[in-house]
């Protein structure tokens, strides 16, 4: 393959892999999915291709939606035990965040929510929604009808708000703000303060660092305050398995607020929040160590402010 091939799809390689992340919640996998778009890029009769970046995308999507029909992807996700990779503020694969539909369709929040849908529903909701497709193109890359695309985008857009717990987008200080507040109630060892941080229908979700089958849940603003009070509640067990005693840092991942427990130039956890109103709607606690390899290569390029907390 000549060079200008080679630059002609390096030049759309980012655009390529937030698109896989978004339909897949994995960067492992969406790395994997754009590879193997490589690969037939390179396999392909070039000359005859007429708009390459819409061959490219009709290849990614349609090897996504392979991935997300397979029988393993179906039986990993039916488990009950995967949550979406969590990716740092800056990451590439993010991908388009100048809408709130775009910073939205990338949050913790709505990756979960769109594993609710069927795997066409899903690739026409992230096409329209993040990447701004016309229901026409999304008919060609999905080989289905213009009327169909539109029929499952307005279902995927009702089964997504349906989920949605939270108000408004929250401004990046507000958000801040509320997650130290977050931290500090949790060091307190203060339930009540806790509560008074929550929405009366929060949800919290933890894979439980991996040592389980099946994610963790709790509902209600009093058992999640436990639940979050106990995560928060140091111990020299705790410590052992982290590696020593992490410092807490506040930083953004997917576009919401979080709280990364760092020791040395490690993430060994990161507690995600999903803000509205001057509250915290739901959290998803991730500490296994795969789920947090990529953020991980962001954070020892990062410049972290000061921690919040110097020694956990």
């Known amino acids: 393959m000549d060079s200008t091939a080679v630059e002609r799809f390096e030049a759309g390689r980012d655009r390529l892999a937030s698109l896989a992340y978004r339909l897949l919640g994995s960067a492992a996998d969406a790395e994997d999915a754009v590879q193997d778009t490589f690969l037939r890029w390179q396999a392909a009769d070039r000359e005859r291709i007429e708009v390459p970046e819409a061959w490219l995308t009709k290849v990614l999507t349609n090897l996504c939606l392979d991935r997300l029909r397979s029988a393993r992807a179906r039986h990993e996700r039916a488990a009950?035990?995967?949550?979406?990779?969590?990716l740092l503020e800056g990451d590439q694969m993010?991908?388009?965040?100048?809408?709130?539909?775009?910073?939205?369709?990338?949050?913790?929040?709505?990756?979960?929510?769109?594993?609710?849908?069927?795997?066409?529903?899903?690739?026409?909701?992230?096409?329209?929604?993040?990447?701004?497709?016309?229901?026409?193109?999304?008919?060609?890359?999905?080989?289905?009808?213009?009327?169909?695309s539109q029929q499952h985008a307005h279902r995927a857009r009702a089964r997504v708000a349906a989920g949605r717990r939270r108000g408004g987008e929250a401004d990046p200080a507000s958000a801040r703000r509320v997650a130290e507040e977050f931290l500090a109630a949790a060091a307190s060892g203060r339930t009540e303060r806790l509560v008074a941080l929550l929405t009366d229908d929060v949800t919290a979700v933890s894979d439980g660092a991996g040592l389980g089958r099946r994610l963790l849940r709790w509902e209600t603003p009093e058992r999640v305050a436990s639940?979050?009070?106990?995560?928060?509640?140091?111990?020299?067990a705790k410590r052992r398995l982290a590696g020593g005693s992490p410092a807490m840092h506040i930083a953004v991942v997917n576009g919401c607020p979080a709280v990364l427990a760092v020791v040395g130039d490690r993430v060994v956890g990161a507690v995600v929040l999903d803000v509205g109103d001057g509250k915290v709607a739901s959290l998803r606690g991730i500490a296994a160590a795969d789920r947090l390899a990529r953020l991980n290569e962001a954070w020892r390029q990062y410049e972290p402010g000061a921690p919040v907390i110097d020694a956990w």
């Open 80 to 86: 009950g035990a995967w949550l979406p990779e969590p």
């Open 94 to 148: 993010l991908g388009p965040a100048d809408t709130f539909e775009q910073r939205e369709s990338v949050s913790l929040a709505v990756l979960t929510l769109l594993e609710r849908l069927s795997p066409v529903e899903r690739a026409v909701y992230v096409l329209r929604e993040a990447f701004s497709y016309r229901h026409a193109e999304i008919a060609g890359i999905l080989d289905i009808t213009e009327s169909a």
């Open 227 to 236: 639940f979050v009070r106990a995560g928060f509640k140091p111990t020299p």
